[in-house]
């Protein structure tokens, strides 16, 4: 099975936090959802399997902010945290065999947050640690290894605010025998650390194991302009799950919600081979995202088959390449 799909747009998740706290669960520790995979492991796969169920074809696991120094300051040792990042795929393998019988195709990627993320200080919206390329990779390594050994389909590299910690991770990731997608978190056209979108593809565009990029952690008006920076410099497939347009002021998110189904297929229209959401997007914006691009692919196949057959070989053309996922 490839990622992305040859000639299907697929549908990834939404927030993964949001539906666990809709669930009633308190997200307020330092290790965010990755508290769960300690305190409730069973609501993780229901979140997933809500996902699932809406229409995504990837869901991405509770290890956005985990690390080893987070485990460690709740007082969980080396191997005890290795395990649970272990977990974290496992719980997502569990959704997913749940839901087997429809014999959909169906992705789990492991998720990798930013240095920031594991800071729990919102550096993961600036970049700029003050840590080399060097000292960043030796610190997405060794989880790395670990998420990479337990199994998913793919790493998701998510939320990077920054170029040089993109250049680190490309080191971190290059022989651990997984692909990988690298997510950028953007405000306009810019990174979060201030470097122009342009540099900041640039930078992935000829890592073999960085299968597809794109943006995430944004919002929704960002998206349409970076997919064109996107294809220009990298020519990989290309996915983009924002957030719901809401702002966050340290407490709460507030203001009005601007994603949607219909901005959605846009983002396909305009080159994207995979659309979801990140903070605040819920089961039923993914279901809302699936019914639409359901919608319309078969219309185009339809419309296709009248004119001409070949149309996978078309949108194959438009997605891009795609590359071997081992696994399901």
Known sequence: MKFPARGVPLV?????ATELHARGHDLSDHLWSARLLVDDP????????????????????A???????GFAERGVGHADAAALLRRSVELADAARDDLAQDRRDRWVAAS?????????????????????????AAWHRPRLEVLAAAGPDLLALETIPDVDEAEALVDAVAGLGVPAWLTYTIAGSRTRAGQPLADAFAAVAEAPDIVAVGVNCCAPGDVAPAIAVAREVTGKPILVYPNSGQGWDGQHWTGPR??????????????????????????????????????????GTARAAERAPGLEQHQARRCGPADPVPGR
Not at 63 to 69: E, I, K, R, T
């Open 12 to 16: 990834l998740d939404g927030g993964l």
């Open 42 to 61: 069973a609501a993780i796969v229901a979140a997933h399997r809500a996902f699932y169920l809406a229409g995504a074809a990837v869901v991405t696991t």
């Open 63 to 69: 290890s956005y902010q985990a690390s080893f120094a």
């Open 112 to 136: 990798v947050g930013p240095y920031g993320a594991a800071l729990a200080d919102g550096s993961e919206y600036r970049g700029r640690y003050g840590l080399s390329i060097a000292e960043l």
């Open 258 to 299: 601007a994603f949607s189904a219909e901005l959605a297929a846009g983002w396909i229209a305009d080159g994207a081979c995979a659309v979801g959401g990140c903070c605040q997007v819920t089961p039923a914006d993914i279901a809302a995202v699936s019914e639409v691009l359901r919608s319309i692919t078969a219309r």
